[in-house]
């Protein structure tokens, strides 16, 4: 099948730069893309360029707290990671079926992402283990609490459980609300990853879309830690995030 014009070329491009992620992840010492200033500067470029081969303007609306911190966001699309992990420095929570993406997901494991198993407590134990050590480090944590994606226009209900390690170690959470502005205050078409969608179908529409697509991100003011309940937290946090994408589509 032939790509529209621009097609090729943008889908050349991402391959390569996907392989040259490979080169570096294989060259740098194991960890030092989380743990080192160069390696982080370095994981920020790589989305950033990401985000450019595909055509996506990046759109910042505040600032993100300093590290550590615990980022909490509603869930569209893995462009979601590029989007944040092109701003600031951090490792992110992820479903484990990405472990099993052909070259994407070693590359991911490599910059530190904590796959997680949904529905089973003993590995939720032991991201929450992964999450207290990175803070201890100085490291950020980006946690999508929703356990899914959507199609942008609501938040789903957050799961609290990984919240606990913000709390044990009083760690400031930071509400983000990521957004894929369309046609009519709408959500772009191409943007949302949902249902039976697979990575290549969602490439070929992101590759295949006409024009520019921005993503906004916005962060806003850290939610103290102390003296809350993992619930009390979940929900203060998805509520700025909701009102966010409430009132961008209003």
Known sequence: MKLPGGGIARL????AHTLLGAVIALVLPAGSLTDTRTGQAIACWWHATLLRI?????????????APALIVAN???????????????????AKAEIRAWPLIGWLAARAGTLYIRRGDRSA???VADEITQAFLRDQSVVLFP????????DVL?????????????ECP???VALRYPGPDRG??????FINDDTLLAHLWRLVRARGEIVVEVSFFAVEASAHVTPRDLADRTREVIRRQLIQGSA
């Open 187 to 192: 959500i772009h078409p191409a943007a949302p």
């Open 173 to 175: 959470v930071q509400p």
């Open 157 to 169: 209900p957050f799961h609290p459980r990984l919240f606990t390690p913000a709390i044990e170690t």
């Open 75 to 93: 869930h569209v699309s893995w462009l979601d990671i590029a989007a944040i992990g092109a701003v600031m420095p951090s490792r992110f929570v």
């Open 146 to 153: 929703e356990g899914t994606s959507t199609d942008g226009r």
């Open 54 to 66: 595909l055509g996506l303007r990046l759109r910042m609306l505040g600032a993100p707290a300093p």
């Open 124 to 126: 939720s134990a032991a």
């Open 12 to 15: 050349a491009a991402l391959i």
